[in-house]
C-alpha cells in the first residue's frame, strides 16, 4: 500500500475517478444522529421507530422537569 505524499491518510489504490461531487452534501447539512444502543436495550428496542416512540412517551415527563427545574438553570447559567 502506496501512501499518498499529501495526505497520509489517502492511499493511492483509492479511485474517485467516477465519484460524484456532493452526493450526499443535502442529507448530510439535514444533519444526523447517530447514537450506539447498548446490547441489552436492543432487545426491547429494535430499530428506530421503537426508540423514537419511546422518547416520545417521555417527552411530557422531560418537559414537566425542565418546567420546575428552570429556575434552578438560569441560576446557573449566571455563574
Do not use: C
Amino acid at each position: 500500500m502506496k501512501v499518498m505524499p499529501n495526505d497520509p491518510d489517502m492511499l493511492e489504490e483509492y479511485d474517485f475517478s467516477k465519484g460524484i461531487r456532493g452526493k450526499y452534501a443535502k442529507r448530510y447539512a439535514e444533519g444526523t444522529n447517530v447514537i450506539v444502543i447498548n446490547p441489552d436495550v436492543v432487545q426491547y428496542f429494535p430499530d428506530h421507530d421503537s426508540v423514537n416512540e419511546a422518547l416520545r412517551s417521555l417527552l411530557p415527563i422531560v418537559k414537566r422537569h425542565a418546567k420546575k427545574n428552570a429556575g434552578q438553570l438560569d441560576s446557573l447559567e449566571e455563574k
